[in-house]
């Protein structure tokens, strides 16, 4: 079986487990890499290859801002804009190259990316609102207050990034074989559990046919 993907609300302690997970089972992690990599192949910022569209120069801006004129006045402002297409490709491609030889795929829409792949294991972590503010103020050391506003701010984008490139909700429970409620367990246990699910159904997928 070739590898895992986990989502995570923010708050629920996928940063902590994720690496923990590909640790335990020998394989490479896959985050902030695949933004690396998108930003290199299309020539854009992290930034933007992290939000998965091109932010534009002042040209950009500016038709965007007059589009309403611009429409009646120029036509079709369609050439300004940028499809997410190119986005999800790159990024496709760096997590179908890794994951043929096995890796840990830390967010970046992988559940929706490679939901084809049935030998993929699907995870995410999440938690009460509350429960996820308390979590952060331990471990993050930030006020009630700014975690508050973090988990608002992260959760959003996440959210944003998975509608925007695959048009899928990504709190949609038919994406994910597992659902962990992060907060109630410790780390450790979070990555126990994946470990053990991700070595059965290795086992189901690699198992002869019945008769």
Known sequence: ??????????????????????????????????DADVARS?????????????????????????APVADTVFGDTEQYSHAPNEFRDQAENIMRSAIKTGAVVFGRAGAAALADQPDVLRVRLYGEFEDRVANL????????EQARSDIASVDGGRAKYMQHLYERDITDRSLYHLMINGPTLTVDECVGVIVAAYGALSEASTAPAAG
């Open 1 to 34: 079986m070739p590898g895992i993907t986990i989502s995570s609300e923010y708050g629920a302690g996928g940063a902590l487990v994720a690496p923990k997970v590909a640790q335990q089972l020998g394989l490479p992690l896959l985050d902030k890499a695949i």
């Open 42 to 66: 299309l020539d854009v910022s992290e930034a933007e290859a992290h939000h998965g569209e091109r932010k534009g120069g002042w040209a950009d801006r500016f038709f965007s801002a007059i």
């Open 137 to 144: 103020v331990r471990t993050a050391s930030v006020s009630e």
